[in-house]
């Protein structure tokens, strides 16, 4: 069994016990021991790959890398030159691996402690009982109940019962299904309303969102965001190139300078390691590790890390109005009958009791109205109509005939009438507001269009409390540029009046979304409208795709069926874990205690790793500028190499690795503007272009004065040191303490172990002439990396980067 399990695990195909089909009462579904005979046997709805790598894999993803195989053969080459000392470069090494790979672990037992807290549950009937329990120890042939806003999990038959089912997710198609009894229900689909049972068909591999997995992960292909995609593509280009530079300079070293086989073998293995970012990967991943552990503790579960940077950028924030700006709770602040002569409180009070009988609980309306209207019901429900975010309105016939519907007084009310005026004035003043009529067609025919018979009887005006942090949050995103918007399925006007009261900017800009049709009307009212009122499902989708099209960068935050399309089309996708099974889903993260504040700290934790991981990043990469730009000239020029493993080892330590992380670890509120690789490389090149010319000038000078070769190597340390403080004192404004014990510590620590660790780093004592040349050198860099800034800052003016405004990219990993 522990073969076979590993096995499938792996995702391979296991061979099933073949076990009989058991087509067990709908009220009685499985035994407790049938449906454990089902787990252990194979038929259990176990995800066909494991949500999580386990500790060997993340062990081997940091040892067995293509840059660690470089370093593996670069100290093969230093072994068979005999320059043992010039291995120091190995320690740094093993330390980013054992630091990456304790970062990933601590990273992996956060999450999967928020996400105990999270996992999807199931309601499945098992010996006369509904019981809750984890979907994957859901098996085949158990009676299963799903409800508005489940996930539907495996796939399954209907029994009992009726649902209205959106299977966009997995077919594209954003129509709402009715699925009665003998209807198939397709896994990844969820429910919209209404409740039924079935009869789990397919479960794990053998589900059709299942086989969708797989075909998907054959095709290789997933999304990356910008900065991962740059660093990716930066590091196998740095990958590819290394090989035939390394050949060509040991070609060069040994054939044409004639340099003895130990010296050519050490310049050629220094050039190469000043080509490799060997900690530019770790530091990203560290940085992100850090950041989910810190979103966990403030109860944000990451999904998928590239929302982390997404959410650092985004300059619009969609929400919604209930469970956002207000509390989800509903609470019924009055009925306002409409014919009172023939229609009285009374009746009113004994007509929403029947009609609320043995409905349950579908969402917080139906909540607030149940506990409102309390009286004992007299007729029974003979039929119900469930609310659709289409209709935007409910309905149920009784036992003695009569009909009623419930809903939105503009879908049921004559435009213009005095009771149309009347509701919308309530709606003004930030009133949910619900309109009571009977009718005498069918449900059958409200549910294809609105009635034109319906007889107003009653509004019934609900509120919901705006949050205490929802001011204080509006303000923080205003301030920082990010503009809310705010869709929604309720009345425009009520939208707009809790908007402006809950401090949103722009919120008088409101528009009724059921009247935009067209994809111009959309992309217009999505430019120029802030609250967007009776929105369904597939407008707000199309709402979040013309915002992007704008090019924005859109996150949205959502919690219930009828935000499931939106928050899987926008860029950042943001669900209150206590909303629907399938808004969690699909979104990329997920607010575990339900709390919009939060979302203040998410953003600034996301701009921190962004922003630090950028300024830390332009340090690795000033090193591999001069290295590749140096590598090239002495290529062309026929040079001897200046630098060696060993001092080079010394400077990374102390003024790209140790800087790098701790500078990657600080608070950073700054909004990320323009694109990752071209901030950087706007950031590095002044100052990998001036180590380059500090360096040529040393090794010219060297040759006029008779220096030796080890002095110009020594020298060219001390210069590259310099510069290297020069922009680690750039990187690091605003200056801290910490920043700016770190710009003092660091050209300390580079003294004490040139001066004291000479020999291991192989640092040789200078002369007068030659102390005095790279004095001058290093003065005269100073204005070099000033002019070469300014020239660089000058050049970003001219040529914009566009980059920031693309879509995260889907590549082949």
Do not use: W
Not at 283 to 296: Q, T
Not at 312 to 323: E, F, I, Q, S, Y
Not at 331 to 348: H, Q
Request: aromatic share 6%; with cysteine.
């Amino acid at each position: 069994m522990l073969i076979t399990d590993m096995t499938r695990r792996r995702g391979e195909a296991k061979k099933l016990r073949v076990i009989p089909r058991i087509e067990s009462d709908v009220n009685t579904g499985l035994s407790h021991a049938e449906a454990a005979e089902r787990l252990r046997s194979g038929y259990g709805n176990e995800s066909p790959a494991p949500p999580e790598r386990t500790t060997g894999q993340i062990i081997a993803d940091n040892v067995f890398t293509y840059f660690n195989l470089i370093f593996t053969v670069l100290a093969i080459c230093v072994i068979i030159a005999g320059k043992y000392k010039e291995l120091t470069f190995l320690p740094v090494v093993f330390i980013n691996i054992i630091i990456g790979t304790v970062q990933e672990l601590r990273s992996r037992r956060a999450l999967r402690a928020m996400t105990l807290v999270t996992e999807p549950k199931a309601v499945v009937i098992r010996g006369g009982a509904e019981i809750t329990v984890p979907c994957e120890q859901t098996v085949r042939d158990d009676v299963a109940v799903f409800s508005r806003g489940r996930q539907i999990y495996a796939d399954a038959v209907v029994l009992t019962g009726e649902c209205r089912v959106n299977e966009a997710l997995v077919t594209g198609e954003s129509d709402e299904i009715t699925k009665t009894p003998g209807s198939a229900l397709l896994s990844g689909s969820f429910v919209v309303s209404g409740e039924c049972r079935a009869r789990l068909d397919k479960v794990g591999r053998e589900s059709f969102v299942s086989k969708l997995t797989l075909e998907a992960k054959k095709t290789g292909k997933k999304m990356r965001s910008e900065m991962m995609y740059a660093l990716t593509r930066l590091v196998k280009i740095i990958g590819i190139v290394i090989i035939p530079f390394g050949a060509i300079m040991l070609y060069q070293q040994l054939y044409v300078l004639h340099e003895p086989f130990s010296e050519g073998m050490i310049s050629t293995v220094a050039a190469l390691i000043g080509m490799i970012p060997e900690g530019l990967y770790l530091l990203v991943s560290v940085a992100i590790a850090v950041s989910v552990m810190r979103l966990s503790r403030r109860r944000a579960l990451v999904q998928e890390m590239r929302c982390i940077e997404t959410l650092a950028r985004a300059d619009v924030l969609c929400v919604d109005k209930t469970g956002t700006i207000t509390e989800p709770e509903m609470t019924v602040r009055e009925v306002v009958p409409l014919s009172p002569d023939t229609a009285p409180i009374e009746k009113i009070d004994a007509i929403m009791a029947d009609y609320l009988g043995g409905a349950g609980v579908e969402n917080e309306t139906f909540a607030a109205l149940t506990k409102h209207f309390t009286a004992t019901p007299r007729r029974r429900v003979a039929k119900r109509l469930p609310f659709t975010s289409v209709n935007k309105y409910a309905g149920a016939t009784l036992s003695d005939g009569s009909a009623f519907l419930l809903g939105a007084p503009e879908k049921l009310l004559s435009p213009g009438s005095c009771h149309a005026e009347t509701a919308s004035r309530y709606s003004a003043e930030g009133y949910r507001v619900l309109l009571l009529a009977s009718i005498s067609t069918g449900l059958d025919d409200a549910a294809k269009t609105p009635p034109t018979d319906a007889v107003p009887l009653a509004l019934i005006l609900l509120t919901n409390k705006i949050r205490a942090a929802a001011p204080e949050t509006f303000r923080f995103f205003a301030e920082q540029g990010v503009s809310i918007r705010v869709i929604s399925g309720d009345n425009a006007e009520t939208v707009s009046r809790i908007a402006q009261d809950a401090g949103i900017e722009n919120a008088d800009k409101y528009i009724d979304a059921s009247g935009l049709k067209t994809e111009r009307q959309i992309r217009r009212a999505a430019a120029e409208y802030t609250i967007f009122g009776r929105v369904t499902p597939d407008v707000k989708r199309r709402l979040i795709r013309a915002m992007k099209a704008e090019g924005h960068t859109v996150a949205m935050t959502g919690d219930g069926v009828n935000d499931v399309l939106a928050l899987k089309d926008a860029d950042c996708g943001i669900a209150m874990s206590s909303g629907s099974d399938a808004a969690c889903h699909v979104a990329q993260l997920v607010l575990v205690d339900s709390d919009f504040s939060a979302m203040t700290s998410v953003v600034m934790e996301g701009r921190r790793v962004i922003n630090n991981i950028e300024r830390s990043a332009a340090l690795f990469l000033v090193k591999n500028i001069f290295s590749f730009t140096l590598t090239l000239l002495a290529l062309l020029f026929a040079l001897s190499y200046p630098m060696n493993p060993s001092k080079l080892t010394l400077f990374n330590m102390m003024f790209i690795g140790i800087p790098s992380f701790v500078l990657a670890l600080e608070p950073n509120r700054a909004r990320v503007k323009g694109g990752f690789m071209a901030n950087v490389l706007i950031k590095a090149f002044p100052a990998g272009i001036t180590d380059l010319l500090a360096v040529l000038a040393i090794i010219i000078i060297g040759e006029r004065r008779g220096f030796t070769q080890s002095e110009v190597s020594t020298m060219s340390a001390i210069a590259l040191s310099f510069i290297g403080l020069l922009m680690l004192v750039k990187v690091s404004r605003p200056l801290n303490n910490i920043r700016r014990a770190l710009i003092i510590a660091m050209p300390v620590c580079f003294a004490i172990g040139a001066i004291f660790l000479r020999e291991l780093f192989e640092m040789t004592p200078l002369g007068a002439p030659a102390l005095i040349t790279v004095i001058l050198v290093c003065l005269a860099s100073v204005p070099v990396i000033m002019l070469l800034s300014l020239l660089a800052r000058r050049f970003r003016a001219l040529f914009p980067d566009k980059s920031a405004r693309r879509r995260p990219r889907r590549v082949r990993v």
